[in-house]
């Protein structure tokens, strides 16, 4: 497998080592620290600069992502990889139930090997002589964008100036503003956001020690005064979310419904350290509802129809597909054969869960399974097991 050379600083970015009128692609979330390094890009003298937005329903719009590209005139590649996601990397996590060290589903893990894929496919249309994303050394999207751009074998240059470069917000912030663009001042965190989770780190929430979002930055999970309880079914076919209180829908509209609807009982919020490349840990904050509720779903399902043995080493396993995916391995060789693992597990998943909904919790009211392991009756279970084992030694 050929691979590039790694970029790892603003130094690096001349035309002396990029040709000026090459196709170079940029990830571009239109957040601070993407346009800055197109601004950046431009001063350097390159003149065929792209800038790759991959649409997994995020917060910011196309729109103002187009008026950046256009101030500082890039082309902009806006890429719908909603579908894409849900099917191959959000249902994967469900099934694997991926939760971070039991604090936090994993969101940002599951987007980044997607985004550098489709990047990795655009370069391949443009010949593109590198591919450059924004992430620093206290983000674990270093690592995992490297990773998979590594994986995939993409053999032009790759990787992130910021990496041995970093830039003071401040500086990033009066550049842009001397070029037109001052609409990024008002950013006081970093924000990630996509379908399956809102996340945010950084700025004022730097310090584990005494952070607190404030409460207008969350939009799914604000309580609301109306919210005062109700009953929702969940339903699994195979593994695979299918229907919710009977009606069946695509799990791109599962998780956009409930995330509205369990979100406004306050729930699906997370706060969790997540380690960084060599071992020191960084905050992040999370809103997630719909992953809240289909993961405690799945798992309830997950009991009901798997042997105890084989769940106890499914939960082994978990934390292995986890960790792999979290290192930026994504496309190597042991995710493969953990999610062959959790596949065959998930084609026995079948069944429903019906909730209570409630401000600030939810229980249970019905585990539902095609195929069940549990007992209904467990007088008659004894009797029943009684007689099956007296069985062999009883005369005829």
């Known amino acids: 497998m050929t691979q590039g050379q790694l970029i790892r600083s603003f130094r690096q ?6 040709d000026p009128d090459e196709p170079v692609v940029t990830l571009f979330s239109g957040g601070l620290d993407s346009t800055y390094l197109l601004l950046r890009l431009r001063d350097a003298g390159l003149r065929n600069i792209h800038a790759v937005s991959v649409d997994l329903g995020e917060d910011e719009t196309s729109e103002h992502k187009q ?22 990397f959000v249902r994967p996590a ?32 443009l010949g593109a002589t590198a591919v450059l994303h924004t992430a620093n050394r206290s983000q674990n999207t270093l690592r995992r964008l490297n990773g998979a751009l590594a994986l995939l074998g993409y053999p032009g240059r790759y990787g992130s100036p910021y990496d041995l470069d970093p830039v003071d917000r401040d500086q990033k912030i009066q550049e842009l503003k001397a070029v037109g663009l001052d609409q990024m ?34 939009q799914w999970s604000a309580l609301r005064p109306e919210a005062r309880g109700e009953f929702i079914e969940i339903r699994f076919e195979r593994g695979i979310p299918t229907a919710v209180d009977g009606v069946e829908l695509a799990l791109t509209d599962i998780i956009a419904a409930l ?6 009982y306050g729930l699906g919020r997370y706060s969790g350290l997540e380690h960084l490349d060599n071992g020191e840990k960084v905050l992040e904050i999370r809103e997630m509802p719909a992953a809240w509720l289909l993961l405690r779903t799945y798992r309830h399902l997950e009991t009901a129809t798997l042997d105890a043995e ?27 054969a953990l999610e062959s693992f959790v596949e065959v597990c998930a084609a026995q998943v079948t069944g429903s869960v019906r909730w209570k909904l409630a401000p600030g919790g ?35």
């Open 362 to 396: 939810a229980e249970t009211r019905a585990i539902l399974a095609d195929d069940p392991r549990y007992l209904r009756d467990r007088e008659a279970w004894e009797k029943y097991s009684i007689h099956r084992e007296n069985a062999p030694y009883a005369t005829v």
């Open 67 to 88: 008026r950046i590209a256009d101030e500082l005139g890039v082309r902009l590649h806006v890429l719908d990889g909603r579908a894409a996601f849900v099917e191959g």
């Open 94 to 125: 469900i099934q694997a139930q991926a939760v971070y060290l039991d604090t936090h589903p994993v969101s940002s893990t599951l987007s980044r090997p997607l985004i550098a894929k489709l990047a990795v496919e655009l370069a391949g249309e």
């Open 310 to 336: 084989l769940l106890r080493e499914k939960m082994h396993v978990e934390q292995l597909w986890v960790r792999e995916s979290l290192e930026g391995r994504w496309y190597g060789r042991l995710h493969l």
């Open 259 to 264: 995330n509205t609807r369990v979100g406004a």
């Open 185 to 218: 001042s008002t950013r006081v965190v970093s924000g990630d956001s996509n379908l399956w989770c809102r996340e945010f780190e950084s700025g004022i929430l730097d310090d584990p020690e005494d952070h607190a979002v404030p409460e207008h930055m969350y």
């Open 13 to 18: 970015l001349t035309t002396e080592a990029l």
